[in-house]
């Protein structure tokens, strides 16, 4: 494969760059998901509450490329945050697309104040222990939640997915999860795209590498460790943003990207967001 992978803490590969889909319909997301494995991605992004879990799944039988090739991470939705209605989900997930196993499941949001997520990670693990799925972890945890989660269970999060891009940059819980050995996986790894791909010092890297600036904002987060999931639905530009295994950031390039940091969300709080 064109993008090399991690080691997840239970000695599991995942590819560092994968494809994300939220937001992107069922139907295109077929399409999208078929381009991009095309394009060499071989890790997958959904979830449950994203709707396109069908038709990530056909664009991957229909690639057949062989099932252990490909990464396929999904989430679990806040409604059915608790044991049995885990167990379910999930079920209702890998049936969805297709699948007979999952390489991820991750609890998509924390809700702390509903007080459902060591439960909630307790079926996780009945499932990782049943060899339903390859690795089990969590998205939009802040520390104190996975610091909790490792005091009450057994198995630490392989994985943390949360908002991460050069505006809000995380830096005390990316040291955190590399203390404890969960990776950092990145949502909105571009910023959405919004405003930062424009930004000048970004800008100037990319012309100085004779790159994109989401090549370099890509290439930003690889050399800090990093796994990224970003999205597009245009050809050109899903092709592109894998094309990033080739040139390097130099110290000065990555100090300017990291310069910034203002440490400000797109997304919701993980601490008060309650939906669903
Ligand atoms: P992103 O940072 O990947 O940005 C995507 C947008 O950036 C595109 O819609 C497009 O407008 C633009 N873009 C993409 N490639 C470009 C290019 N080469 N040149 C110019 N513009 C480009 O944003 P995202 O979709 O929010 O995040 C990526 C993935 O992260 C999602 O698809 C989803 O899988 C995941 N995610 C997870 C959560 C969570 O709560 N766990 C939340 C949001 C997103």
Known sequence: SKVPPIILNNGVEMPQLGFGVWQVPDAEAEQAVAIALEAGYRSIDTAAIYGNEEGTGKAIAAAGIPREDVFVTTKLWNSDQGYDATLRAFDTSLGKLGLDYLDLYLIHWPLPSRDTYVDTYKALEKLYSDGRVRAIG???????????????????????????????????????????????????????????????????????????????????????????????????????????????????????????????????????????
């Not at 404890?180 to 571009?190: D, F, K, V």
């Open 138 to 276: 969590v998205s939009n945890f802040l520390p104190e939640y996975l610091e909790r989660l490792i005091s009450e269970t057994s198995v630490i999060p392989a994985v943390n997915q949360i908002e991460l891009h050069p505006y809000l940059q995380q830096h005390a819980p990316r040291e955190f999860h590399a203390q404890q050995g969960i990776a950092t996986e990145a949502w909105s790894p571009l910023g959405q795209g919004k405003g930062l791909l424009e930004v000048p010092a970004i800008v100037a890297i990319a012309q100085k590498h004779n790159r994109t600036p989401a090549q370099v904002v890509l290439r930003w987060h690889l050399q800090l460790g990093n796994v990224v999931i970003p999205k597009s639905v245009t050809p050109s530009r899903i092709k592109e943003n894998i094309d990033v295994f080739d040139f390097s950031l130099d110290t000065e390039d990555l100090a300017a990207i990291s310069a910034l940091n203002e440490d400000r969300r797109i997304g919701p709080d993980p601490a008060v967001f309650d939906i669903g």
